[in-house]
């Protein structure tokens, strides 16, 4: 396979990657399907590469979906040689019977090899129709601002994103493809009008623009002011943040918010996990119910895939879902394995536990509690019951069962985000060991 003399929307792609700043010595990586934009794209950007002086790779993912998946990869390994660009294929196993369907489980198991890539930019062939579709596809399952974004032209990141042929309309891809007479796959599933995206694009959009001819660069600039308006709200909820008293929140200062803030702080929240926010409906019920119970009252919602939390006065997220922690015997190991993080046992001279007393005991192992579980905190005081314990240090119900108890010979010696047993404590200039528990 020949590469074509004249590479095809090259001051398009020039100007996109002097935009985003794409500089000498950079790795660009070409998310490369063989389909004609990133076609287009992968021969844009070979040619452009003395220019810029950036490193070209591509990366094909290969389904395994489609009877023709094995001669697309080929396809792409051809044109890559041609180039002399180098391809890496990954194959990836797509999720059967997954919920929002076989489409979306394969662009899942796609961005996430993808994303994984070690290269400062990742390149993808999308351009102004695919926003267009993008956003009417999610207006139609009712979005909020964010999901109205669409998608950015550049991202940054580690690899960064880029999608240099998003100024451009999918006609002009295929006809510069046409002129440069280039080779390309077609992808049997993109005709397919069981999937809701394609029947956009084959029956909607052209009467969309039979009727508004302008439609698709109307429905890109809208999705910039949505993108725009996003950022608002972000910075408006990282001020509100700021103001509740930082991640975990100052509940009645969370519940002094109007709703519509109160949601959006909330929503920003989850976001940080790097989960999707939970579904409108639910987040108002988890507003209702803050709002009907006391301040000071124990509540644990179910929030998408975390919990919403709070807890004498404080609101806060975690992960809804936690690995159950294994008990284990101390054999003098600096880190011991505790759930979804793990206990730290660290020599500190004068702190924590003492060293020698731990030495002495027959079996120190780390566990959670049991029934009749107390300490003494400080020798000369009453022992507390682990429930006591637990009220006065302020740990949540739900947290209990989880906390990492180090037993010694059969006495709780240590207990995390309460405290050493006082009898067990590293006198001033003894060998000690800190236990600090670390949650996931
Ligand atoms: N199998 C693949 N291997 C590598 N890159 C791919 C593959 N499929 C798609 N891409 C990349 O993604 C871009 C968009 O492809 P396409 O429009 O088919 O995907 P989409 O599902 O609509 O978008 P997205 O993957 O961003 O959700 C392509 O131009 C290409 O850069």
């Known amino acids: 396979m020949r590469p074509p003399a004249c590479a095809p929307l090259q001051d398009e792609l020039a100007a996109a990657l002097r935009a985003a700043a794409v500089f000498p010595g950079a790795t660009l990586c070409c998310a490369f399907s ?3 934009d990133s076609s287009v794209l992968l021969h ?4 452009l590469r003395g220019t810029f002086g950036f490193r070209l790779e591509a990366a094909h993912v290969h389904h ?12 792409c390994m051809a044109v890559c040689a041609a180039l002399a660009v180098p391809l890496r294929v990954f194959r990836v196993e797509v999720e059967r019977g997954a919920p929002d369907g076989l489409e979306a489980a394969a662009r899942r198991a796609r961005h ?11 390149v993808f062939g999308h351009h102004q129709d695919d926003q267009a579709e993008t956003l009417l596809f999610r207006l139609l399952r009712g979005t909020g601002v964010r999901g109205a974004a669409a998608m950015a032209e550049h991202e940054a990141g580690r690899p960064g994103v880029l999608r240099p042929l998003f100024g451009v309309r999918r006609e002009r891809i295929e006809s510069a493809a046409r002129a440069a ?6 992808d049997e599933s993109n005709a397919r009008l069981a999937h809701a995206r394609n029947r956009l694009r084959h029956r909607v959009l052209p009467v969309l623009e039979a009727a508004f001819p302008a439609a698709v660069p109307a429905l890109v600039r809208a999705a910039e002011n949505f993108r725009e308006a996003d950022g608002l709200l972000d910075e408006l909820a990282a001020l509100d943040e700021a103001t509740c008293g930082g991640r975990v929140l100052r509940l009645e200062a969370v519940l002094a918010l109007p709703s ?3 949601r959006n702080l909330l929503r920003w929240q989850v976001r940080r996990f790097g989960v999707l926010p939970p579904v409108r409906a639910r987040l108002l019920e988890v507003e209702r119910q803050l709002r009907e119970a006391a301040v000071q009252a124990p509540l644990r ?6 919990a919403c939390c709070a807890y004498r006065g404080r609101l806060w997220l975690e992960p809804a879902e936690t690995a159950a922690p294994q008990a284990c015997a101390w054999r003098g190991e600096p880190v011991l394995p505790w759930g979804d993080g793990e206990v730290l046992l660290r020599p500190a001279e004068g702190l924590g536990l003492s060293a020698a007393a731990l030495q002495g005991a027959a079996s120190v192992r780390l566990r959670c509690r049991w029934p009749g579980l107390a300490m003494r905190l400080e020798a000369g005081r009453p022992r507390r019951a682990f429930k006591q314990l637990c009220q006065e240090a302020g740990v949540p119900p739900w947290l209990r069962g989880r906390l990492p108890v180090l037993e010694a010979d059969g006495e709780a010696v240590w207990i995390g985000g309460i405290g050493c047993a006082g009898a067990w404590r590293a006198g001033h200039g003894e060998a000690g060991v800190e236990p600090l528990w670390r949650s996931g």
Do not use: K, N
């Open 301 to 306: 919602m179910a929030f998408g895939d975390l």
């Open 64 to 75: 395994g979906l489609s009877p023709h998946a094995d001669a697309w990869a080929t396809h």
């Open 112 to 122: 996430a090899v993808l994303g994984s890539l070690a290269c400062d930019w990742l």
């Open 34 to 36: 063989g389909g004609v």
């Open 181 to 186: 007479g280039l080779a390309w796959v077609e």
């Open 44 to 47: 844009g950007l070979a040619a």
């Open 260 to 262: 519509a803030r109160l």
